[in-house]
C-alpha cells in the first residue's frame, strides 16, 4: 500500500493562476519531498521539508507540511506552460514510497 | 556529469525470458534503487541498496533479482518475464538514502508479450 496519496488526481488551470496539490500519508516520518515527472521522463526533485519544518519556499513553490494532521501542500504560484507535469510527493517512514501523483495542465 | 544512466530504454521480452536492466551512476552515491511505475499506481519500489555489498527488498520484490558489487552499479534482473512485469522501470540514486534528494534515470519501458 502507499505511503503518500495526492489530491487532486488531476487539475486544469490557466497559465497565471495558482496550482495547490496535497499529499497525505499514514504513518511518521522523518521528511516528505516533493518531485515533478515530465512526460517520458525520469522524476525530478523539487523540495524536500523535514518533519521539525512547517513551510518550505523554493522559487515560485511553498511546500507546507502538517505532521499533526498528516499531510502536505505543494503551491506553485504563477502558473507556466512548462509546469505542465506530474506531481509526486514521497514519504521516507523507512523506504521512500510515492503517491500516484497529480497529473496538473497548465492551459496557456 | 552523466548522472543516472538506464540501459536500454526500450525493451519488448516474450514471457519466460530473463534479461538484466542496467543502471549507472557516476555521483559516487551510497544509496541505489529501484522502481516500477504502472499507470494510476504512482512508483513502487522494487529492490534498493545502501552501499557495495548490501541489498535489501522493496514493496514489490518478487520476480526480481539485484546485486551491488561496485558504487556504481546497481543492475536489476528480471529471471522469468511476465505480462504483469509489462512497466517503466527508474533506477534512482541519492548521497545517503531516505533523508536526501534522489536523482532519477530516465527510465527503461518493457513490455513483454
Known amino acids: 500500500s502507499q505511503q503518500g496519496e495526492e489530491d487532486p488526481q488531476a487539475l486544469s488551470i490557466q497559465e497565471g493562476e495558482n496550482a495547490t496539490m496535497n499529499c497525505s500519508y499514514k504513518?511518521?516520518?522523518?521528511?516528505l519531498q516533493w518531485y515533478r515527472q515530465n512526460s517520458g521522463r525520469g522524476l525530478v526533485h523539487l523540495i524536500l521539508?523535514?518533519?521539525?519544518?512547517r513551510e518550505k519556499h523554493s522559487g515560485r513553490l511553498r511546500v507546507t507540511l502538517d505532521t499533526s494532521k498528516k499531510s502536505s501542500s505543494l503551491l506553485i504560484t504563477a502558473s507556466r506552460a512548462a509546469d505542465t507535469a506530474s506531481y509526486f510527493c514521497?514519504?521516507?517512514?523507512?523506504?521512500?514510497?510515492f503517491g500516484s501523483g497529480t497529473r496538473l495542465l497548465v492551459r496557456p | 556529469n552523466a548522472g543516472v544512466t538506464q540501459t536500454p530504454k526500450f525493451q519488448v521480452l516474450k514471457t519466460g525470458q530473463s534479461m538484466t536492466l542496467q543502471c549507472a551512476q557516476d555521483m559516487n552515491h551510497e544509496y541505489m534503487s529501484w522502481y516500477r511505475q504502472d499507470p494510476g499506481m504512482g512508483l513502487r519500489l522494487i529492490h534498493y541498496s545502501v552501499g557495495a555489498g548490501i541489498t535489501d527488498q522493496g514493496e514489490v520484490p518478487n520476480g526480481y533479482n539485484v546485486s551491488r558489487s561496485t558504487t556504481e552499479d546497481f543492475p536489476l534482473r528480471l529471471l522469468s518475464a511476465a505480462p504483469s512485469q509489462t512497466s517503466v522501470y527508474f533506477c534512482?540514486?541519492?548521497?545517503?538514502?531516505?533523508?536526501?534528494?534522489?536523482?532519477f534515470g530516465n527510465g527503461t519501458r518493457l513490455t513483454v508479450t
Open positions: 504513518t511518521s516520518i522523518n521528511n
Open positions: 514521497a514519504t521516507d517512514a523507512f523506504k521512500l514510497i
Open positions: 534512482a540514486s541519492s548521497p545517503t538514502g531516505f533523508n536526501s534528494p534522489l536523482h
Open positions: 521539508i523535514r518533519s521539525n519544518e
